[in-house]
């Protein structure tokens, strides 16, 4: 599958990341996989392997999200043909009578580019024939307390832009970048 664009891919040049130190990146990418692991693992009722302490709190802040939420199976990594697009979102999962696509972060700050990345992963849910009523990005704390969530409209016609100019200006002058 390597011809399709990656939606973190599409969106890096444009999230102000390439400006930060690579050993800085390099240390929150590893900070999310570590947290996403255990919040999977929290998600699927198996045991987390022993976290450094550093990172407790944001698998305190998780917790207090997820209450009162029904988890489904994680759909896997999307791609859509026509476009020629690829993303794999956190998980989703069913609340009030609605499914909700969920993105989980750990910056200190919210990003601008993450209403393009779900409004992708929104789409490529639709394509891939997932329902899904709505999407949100949950940026957990580092001190453990109460999450923000941000819930976004759709905004996939600004992503296809991105996606156009990602392919015309950027996309073989830049190294591949992961950190969904």
Known sequence: ?????????????FS???????LVLKMAADRGTIIHNACNC??????????????????DSFNIWKEGKTFLPHPGRWYDDELMITGECDGIYQMDGESILFDLKTPAK?????????SAYNYLAHKNGIKVDHWEF??????????????????????RMLLNVYRKYFKNQVQEVNYE
């Open 16 to 22: 102000g990341l390439t400006k930060v130190d690579p």
């Open 1 to 13: 599958m390597k011809d399709y664009d990656r939606v973190t891919d599409v969106i890096y040049p």
């Open 138 to 159: 949950v940026r957990l704390k580092k001190d453990g307390k109460k999450p923000t969530v941000y819930g976004y409209g759709d905004c996939f016609d600004e992503f």
């Open 110 to 118: 919210e990003s601008s580019t993450w209403k393009l990345q779900g």
């Open 42 to 59: 929290i998600i699927m009722d198996i045991p987390v392997d022993v976290i450094d302490n550093r990172y407790t709190g944001y698998l």
